[in-house]
């Protein structure tokens, strides 16, 4: 998946749900960009800034980006994330270029410094999984977290 073929940024309505998707590099400034743009679409979406699911849905994204351009990169290919937002669920995508299944959730070694991402989205998302890509070549990891209603 490319930026030229794939839309940079979408955003949409359609009644009950929102809809906002982005093409990313695979890069670490590609995943922090997704992370901020992410938050700044919860935001408007009514997940305010500094609340407890704003928080965590920021780190589920940031979790699931990291890993995708860490383990998911491909030379020449960008990640994709898509979220979406139900009366009480948000869902998060993010797909990459490389199909191997996500490694299974365990503690790392406590000398090491990585590998704890999936084990924080497993603790904090109220379901994830893993799919191979629909449209080819990879791999989409999503996460949905249920939102809190006023």
């Known amino acids: 998946m ?5 839309p940079l940024l979408r955003a949409e309505h359609s009644g009950t749900a929102e809809h906002f998707s982005m093409a990313f590099s695979s890069t670490p400034r590609g995943a922090r960009l997704a992370r901020r743009l992410a938050g700044e679409r ?13 928080d965590t849905l920021a780190l589920i994204v940031g979790e699931l980006a990291a890993n995708a351009t860490w383990h998911g990169w491909s030379p020449g290919r960008d990640c994709h994330l898509a979220l979406t937002m139900t009366a009480t669920t948000v869902r998060v995508e993010v797909t990459d270029s490389r199909p191997e299944r996500p490694p299974r959730v365990a503690a790392p070694a406590e000398e090491r410094d990585t590998g704890r991402g999936l084990l924080l989205v497993d603790a904090l998302a109220s379901c994830w999984g893993w799919r191979p890509h629909s449209a080819g070549v990879g791999k989409t990891v999503w996460a949905e977290y249920t939102v809190e209603t006023p």
Do not use: F, Q, R
Request: aromatic share 12%; hydrophobic share 30%.
């Open 2 to 6: 490319t930026s030229e073929t794939t």
């Open 42 to 54: 919860l935001n408007a979406w009514g997940v305010p800034y500094g609340g407890d699911a704003h």
